[in-house]
């Protein structure tokens, strides 16, 4: 993102001090896929995800899937995405996200990656979608993997997506007054799907509302999760270090 445009050696550094051993550099379009596919290569923590948001895909076409499919291919990347629908916005017309999204989705089978869902007031189309998907590839390679990232939905559409096999992400945001209504949820998700974010440079922690996010308050994000969870910070590192490593296929433990 341009905002790290400035001092972005810096921001990994502070990552690295704060204990952040791996940071997934997420692109949302063919030029920022690129970029984090570099950065990957310039720095041993990072690894990169390529896709298209959909506020980024009004004119995307199967050609720019290929090159996609071209990115992806590249031994640094582990995930595809960041995708999926945001009827909130509508930078993009609904019927080019749900083109691109499930061309994404069909990439992520055919490459054997993990997908990165974004989805905002758009339940109602990415539930029965996605079920089509893991229905449609439960047979091949194993079943569809994917986390759905900054979730900020009730129990039951967690659970639909528990029961799909994804993952549920949580950022700083899960500290902001508003986000109380989501600590029984935040609770309920098994220790074995919770991953953590922070979707830098957005959703700072409440500390920083208005500021850039960053890596390194990644920290932050883990004590929230703890105190809501009711365990220990080393808890919470654990189980979603391990999750992290397994979503993502990761190495080390």
């Known amino acids: 993102m341009p905002s790290f445009n400035e001092d972005r050696a810096d921001v990994i550094t502070r990552a690295r001090e704060a204990g952040v051993g791996t940071i997934i550099s997420v692109g949302v379009d063919l ?3 690129q ?6 290569e310039t720095y041993a923590e990072v690894m990169a995800a390529v896709g298209f948001h959909p506020h980024n895909v009004t ?3 199967e050609p720019d899937i290929a090159k996609l ?5 590249h031994p640094r990347v582990v995930a595809i995405g960041e995708t999926g629908l945001d009827f909130h916005r509508n930078y993009s017309p609904k019927e080019a996200q749900l083109r691109a999204f499930e061309w994404q989705l069909e990439l992520a089978v055919r490459l054997d990656l993990p997908v990165v869902i974004h989805c905002r007031q758009a339940e109602r189309e990415m539930l029965p979608l996605l079920r089509d998907w893991v229905s449609r590839h439960k047979g091949r390679r194993g ?5 759905i990232h900054c979730f900020n939905g009730d129990f039951d559409t967690a659970q639909q997506y528990l029961d799909m096999g994804f ?6 945001y899960i500290g902001y007054p508003a986000s109380s209504k989501m600590y029984d949820v935040i609770r309920s998700i098994p220790k074995d799907r919770l991953v953590m974010e922070t979707d830098s440079p957005f959703l700072p922690p409440q500390s920083r509302r208005g500021k850039r996010n960053e890596p390194a308050y990644l920290r932050q994000v883990l004590a929230r999760l703890a105190e809501i969870r009711q365990v220990s910070p080393e808890v919470i590192t654990i189980e979603t270090t391990r999750n992290a490593h397994r979503l993502f296929c990761l190495s080390g433990d």
């Open 59 to 61: 004119s995307v076409g």
């Open 35 to 40: 970029q984090v596919i570099v950065l990957a």
């Open 69 to 73: 499919d071209q990115l992806a291919k």
């Open 31 to 33: 030029s920022s896929s």
């Open 167 to 172: 993952f549920i992400s949580f950022g700083a």
């Open 143 to 147: 079943q569809p993997r994917g986390v």
